[in-house]
C-alpha cells in the first residue's frame, strides 16, 4: 500500500507553514497543500522555493477567507463583507459558474509563482455540493492533476472522468477520539497493510502560535506534528509505502 501523508492549511499562519516544512524535509509527512487566499501564502511559496519541495499541492478553498475574484464574478459565493460563506451553507450557495471561475483563479495564482503543483485537495467539505465537485474534477481533468477523495461516490466520479485519484481516504487521524497519537497512526499501517493501491492520510500539523488561534479553532496540530514524527522515528510507517500524489 502506498500511504500519503498530506499534510492541509500550508500559508494559513507562519508557525503552521514552519512545522509543515520541517515535516516535508525530515521526511513524515509526503505531501502538502497550500491555500492561495491566506494571510501567509507568500511565506509558504519562500519555504518550497528554497527547499525546492515538489510535492507540494493547491487547497482549493471556498469557506475561508475571501475569494481571489471580485466579489462581483461571484456574488453567491460571499457574505455582504466579501467574505466566504460558512462550509455547511455550501450546497445551498454553490453556483457551477462562480465557482468554477474562483477555483481556476486560486489554480492560476499557485502557477504564477512559478510552481508546479502536485494534486488538488479541498478546505472543507467540497463533497457536499455536487456542483463544486463537478467544477473541482473537470480543472482537475484540464490540469492533469490528481485530487482527494473523500468518498466512494466523488472517486468513482473522478475515475469515471479519468481523473487520478487515491483508493482510500483516511482522517482518523485527525479526527480520532482518543487524539491524533503514535497508537492511532500504528492502528491505521495495520489497516492498510493487506490493501493494494494507494491511499491519502488527511493530516494538520503545525506549531500554533496567537495568530493561528484567531484564524482556526483546531488546536491539536503540534501533537498531530509531534506524533508523526515520533512514528515515523519509530518505524511505524515500515509497512508501508511513503510516496506523494505524483506516485498513484
Do not use: W
Not at 510552481?115 to 485537495?121: G, K, Y
Not at 473522478?158 to 485519484?165: I, W
Amino acid at each position: 500500500m502506498k500511504l500519503i501523508i498530506n499534510a492541509e492549511d500550508f500559508g494559513l499562519s507562519k508557525s503552521i507553514n514552519k512545522g509543515i516544512c520541517e515535516g516535508l524535509k525530515e521526511g513524515f509527512i509526503t505531501s502538502a497543500s497550500l491555500f492561495m487566499n491566506a494571510k501567509h501564502t507568500d511565506d509558504a511559496v519562500s519555504l518550497i522555493k528554497q527547499n525546492d519541495f515538489k510535492n507540494v499541492g493547491i487547497h482549493l478553498n471556498l469557506t475561508y477567507g475571501k475569494p481571489l475574484c471580485d466579489q462581483k464574478e461571484v456574488p453567491h459565493l460571499v457574505e455582504n463583507d466579501g467574505s466566504f460563506h460558512y462550509m455547511c451553507s455550501m450546497p445551498f450557495y454553490a453556483i457551477y459558474d462562480e465557482v468554477k471561475k474562483e477555483l481556476k483563479k486560486q489554480i492560476e495564482k499557485f502557477l504564477s509563482f512559478g510552481l508546479t503543483p502536485s494534486h488538488l485537495d479541498y478546505h472543507h467539505y467540497f463533497y457536499s455540493s455536487m456542483e463544486v465537485m463537478r467544477a473541482f474534477l473537470e480543472l482537475a481533468k484540464e490540469y492533469d492533476l490528481p485530487v482527494r477523495s473523500m468518498t466512494e461516490k466523488t472517486r468513482e466520479m473522478a475515475e469515471k472522468m479519468g481523473v487520478r485519484t487515491t483508493k482510500i481516504f483516511l482522517s482518523d487521524f485527525h479526527e480520532s477520539y482518543s487524539g491524533p497519537t503514535e497508537e492511532k497512526l500504528k492502528q491505521i499501517v495495520q489497516f492498510l497493510k493487506d490493501k493494494n493501491g494507494s491511499c491519502e492520510l488527511m493530516t494538520l500539523p503545525g506549531y500554533v502560535d496567537e495568530y493561528t488561534t484567531t484564524q482556526t479553532n483546531y488546536l491539536g496540530r503540534e501533537q498531530e506534528l509531534l506524533s508523526l514524527k515520533k512514528a515515523f522515528e519509530n518505524g511505524v510507517f515500515d509497512g508501508v509505502e511513503l510516496v506523494d500524489f505524483s506516485k498513484i
